[in-house]
């Protein structure tokens, strides 16, 4: 698990002032970002660098009630699943009062770069992704 501490930005509103709700997904997608750098697999080196690709299957999101401009939240993402050649990660969006306000996912493929074909997750990336599920 890992948490991000979070407050609504007016980029990220609708004109009703509410976080519009095809952000969820790009905020999901900048915590996943910071959390492969974190784990030690960036993307940037993954692209530049490394034999695989991970590619987004699936994304999908469920929105419980709003989030206002102004307002902090947390952002949990947690490593859900662990599959042979995927991984699927939970995103909790969590207001300041401790209810849960939104939770999105993403499935995460493993392909070889050269083949285009799925691949078997890395033992390195799956160890650390275990370690936050």
Do not use: C
Request: aromatic share 10%.
């Amino acid at each position: 698990m890992m948490k991000f501490d979070r407050k609504v930005m007016l980029p990220d509103t609708d004109a009703a002032g509410i976080l519009f709700f095809g952000n969820y997904l790009k905020l999901a997608h900048d915590a996943y970002e910071t959390f492969m750098d974190a784990i030690g697999f960036s993307l940037a080196w993954i692209i530049d660098e490394a034999e695989f690709m991970v590619l987004i299957a699936h994304a999908e999101a469920d929105y419980l009630s709003s989030l206002r401009l102004g307002a902090d939240y947390a952002l949990v993402l947690t490593v859900e699943k662990l599959g042979q050649t995927s991984f699927t990660i939970k995103y909790d969006y969590v207001a300041e009062g401790g209810d849960k306000v939104a939770t999105a996912r993403s499935v995460h493929v493993i392909v070889n770069k050269k083949s285009g074909k799925p691949t078997r997750l890395p033992e390195a990336l799956k160890e650390r992704l275990s370690q936050h599920s």
